[in-house]
């Protein structure tokens, strides 16, 4: 032994490159990863700019974010391609929308995701963390795909929330479309690459459009059905849209919107959730001594239950977790925007036209605002205030930041803190997850876990 250290051990990342990528490289690469058209210098700097055809700028000062997300948000439009990829599945709904259309949607559901209407939707996540411990305790001493478990609990949790009762409305079906939707539309297509105008057809978006229109259809005679035969008892999304009205224009969604933002929150919703906890179990995994540490707080407050919304007060390191999950592997990982309007950010010149991207997945992992970035660490996040608020994004910023934030993190941490204080995980030699951008940042292969009780 001659003394060195040996280099720190770290969880899987994007290879990002270190040559300059041209217009097919650029196609090659992302159809493969988007992620791994950000070069590595991404990490290292505030900003970079370059020409694919069109100007482009990655931004990762929190600074400029600041600027692009909440003081000249109207300058920075989400991207066409943002546009072109969703809009065929979620309409002209929060997610989409810009300037006034945005706003009255914006104003009309917020009052559906406040902290008394979440909390009140906790029993449904608390259930459903309970089945989810049963399904893998069938696994018990054997590798379980955790990516699909955790999928398979968070989409249970939207079903119920958006739909319960699933009167008229085929959930299985509605997985599928989504699936084969973002499975076959969602990947960057060469024409986005070129920037090629937007009524130029992308072939790959056409095949996924049957079973578009069919989950639409679906979901247009559920929110019928609800109309007709009236809320809850205890009220679902959908009651609560049903009911919401813009308090300014006293206008109420027609069953177009409340169908496309419905459709809005069960994408988002569980698949978001879903790759959140999967990283977060395979990080635990990764690193045995956070695994500990956290099982001894889950197993102290719960015993053999499944956790509440009552009990997330306790869960501090467990938060911790989910957060430092969110940094390494944050779902949204990649925002992209089109400049309207001449500006400045760091010094530099933005022209109209200009597309600005804030790689999410490179923000979070810049060596200027994170020690040691691609280190997994949930102790970051013992005192949030110490961290900028423009340099950890994993639910955007400004006003449009993530209606469903609070939603997905009470999720998260009620069905983490019930399966650590059951189940001890560790990995599957050979079988590490690889981070793939496709709408989200997905476990490529699945997260393999060797799963022990008790």
């Known amino acids: 032994m001659d003394g060195t250290a040996l280099p720190p051990r ?6 990002l490159h270190n040559t300059p990528l041209g217009v097919w490289a650029s196609f090659r690469t992302g159809q493969r990863n988007v992620l791994e058209l950000i070069p590595e210098i991404a990490t290292h700097q505030p900003m970079i700019s370059g020409r694919t055809v069109k100007r482009w700028h990655m931004v990762m000062d929190p600074g400029a974010n600041r600027r692009i997300l909440k003081d000249a948000v109207e300058d ?10 969703l809009r065929p599945a979620i309409g002209e709904s929060l997610f989409i929308a810009e300037g006034a259309h945005w706003r009255w949607q914006r104003r009309t559901a917020a009052p559906v995701f406040s902290v008394r209407n979440v909390q009140a939707l906790a029993p449904v996540m608390t259930s459903a963390a309970e089945r989810a411990a049963e399904r893998i305790a069938a696994q018990t001493g054997r590798a379980a795909n955790l990516f699909d478990e955790m999928v398979a609990t968070t989409f249970e949790v939207i079903s119920d929330v958006t739909f319960s009762g699933g009167e008229t409305f085929d959930r299985n079906a509605v997985h599928r479309a989504i699936d084969a939707y973002i499975a076959g539309s969602a990947r960057v297509s060469f024409l986005d690459v070129i920037g090629a105008p937007m009524w130029v057809p992308r072939p790959s978006r056409l095949f996924s459009a049957p079973a578009m229109r069919a989950m639409k259809a679906m979901a247009d005679g559920a929110v019928d059905h609800r109309r007709e035969t009236g809320a809850h008892e205890v009220p ?4 609560l849209l ?20 419905l459709l809005t929150f069960i994408v988002a919703g569980h698949e978001t959730t879903a790759l959140t906890l999967a990283w977060a179990l395979y990080l635990c995994a990764f690193e045995p001594e956070v695994q500990d540490r956290a099982r001894k707080e889950a197993k102290t407050v719960l015993g053999g239950r499944a956790a509440t919304v009552a009990d997330l007060p306790q869960f501090t390191y467990i938060r911790q977790i989910v957060d430092e999950a969110l940094r390494l592997y944050p779902p949204a990982a990649f925002l992209s925007r089109t400049a309207k ?6 010094g530099r010149e933005i022209r109209p036209g200009d597309t600005v991207m804030l790689p999410i997945y490179a923000l979070h992992r810049n060596h200027a605002l994170w020690p040691d970035p691609d280190r997994f660490d949930p102790d970051r996040f013992a005192d949030p205030a110490k961290i900028d608020r423009f340099a950890y994004l994993p639910f955007g910023g400004g006003q449009r930041i993530c209606i469903g934030a609070s939603f997905a993190l009470q999720e998260a941490v009620i069905i983490l803190a019930t399966l650590l204080a059951r189940f001890r995980f560790t990995p599957v030699p050979g079988r590490e997850p690889k981070p793939v951008l496709i709408l989200t940042l997905r476990p490529e292969g699945g997260v393999w876990l060797n799963v022990a009780e008790d």
């Open 236 to 239: 679902d999304l959908l009651d």
């Open 341 to 346: 309007a001449h500006d400045t950010l760091c």
């Open 10 to 15: 770290h969880p899987v990342r994007v290879p």
């Open 242 to 261: 049903l009911e919401g009205e813009d308090p300014e224009t006293k206008r109420r969604m027609n069953t177009a919107e409340l169908r496309d933002n």
């Open 76 to 85: 920075y439009p989400k991207s066409d391609v943002t546009k072109l990829i």
